[in-house]
């Protein structure tokens, strides 16, 4: 059962735009959710994370929100820039369980 | 020296062959993960360990093992290889609970 799930797998954006990337989840248990980037050939590198007792993370142009209520959180990137093309996995953890999503390909376009 | 080394980056290998994939890090972090990554399926998680005496299965361990031969070092067998273990392969070291991990380059095993 897929716990965590990216429903778009794949996102366009012009670039300086927003990219807002979302993310659901079905176990009300987890406690802490991440956001990685993953580039071809490399492995998924951490980018921000939120603790379930927030509602926003803000690090420079990427902003996490969480929606407890709704089991949702979304990744903001503003301005978008061409080097942001990559794949992105939500997952969400709880104890020493992280789940991952199935990931979104987001391409910015210049 | 990359935070978490994966050897080999590409296997090619045959149904029923014994395969090691093998992971090492300078981090000196305590806990290390294997995970596998198919599409449409995100990554998975097989085995994990929070020190050299400690081994835990996660959620697709079946046709799997692991050893934990020091702190660094963090081996995934697979015992008799099948095409559906075809996959992406990912090695990640982890500080503690809560904290985000640090993954390795990945190993492409197919098998045929």
């Known amino acids: 059962d897929q716990q965590v799930k990216q429903n778009s797998p794949s996102l366009s954006v012009q670039e300086g735009r927003i990219s807002i990337l979302n993310c659901d989840y079905t176990n009300s248990m987890f406690d802490y959710f991440l956001w990685y980037k993953k580039y071809p050939a490399e492995g998924p590198t951490f980018l921000i994370s939120?603790?379930?007792?927030?509602d926003k993370n803000e690090d420079g142009r990427f902003t996490v929100f969480l929606n407890k209520s709704a089991k949702h959180l979304s990744l903001h990137i503003v301005p978008s820039q061409p080097g942001d093309s990559a794949v992105y996995f939500c997952a969400a953890s709880r104890s020493n369980d992280m789940r991952f999503g199935a990931g979104t390909r987001l391409t910015v376009k210049p | 020296d990359a935070d978490v080394t994966q050897t080999p980056r590409n296997r090619i290998t045959k149904t029923g062959k014994r395969i090691m994939l093998e992971c090492s890090q300078t981090k000196g972090h305590d806990r290390m993960y294997w995970y596998r990554q198919d599409p449409g399926l995100g990554l998975r998680l097989i085995y994990y360990?929070?020190?050299?005496?400690?081994?835990n299965k996660g959620e697709i361990s079946d046709g799997y093992s692991v050893s934990r031969q020091a702190q660094a070092k963090f081996s995934l067998s697979l015992e008799s290889a099948i095409p559906n273990q075809t996959a992406l392969y990912f090695c990640a070291i982890s500080l503690g609970q809560n904290y985000g991990y640090t993954f390795g380059s990945g190993t492409r095993l197919t098998v045929v």
């Open positions: 360990s929070f020190d050299v005496k400690d081994i």
């Open positions: 939120i603790s379930s007792i927030k």
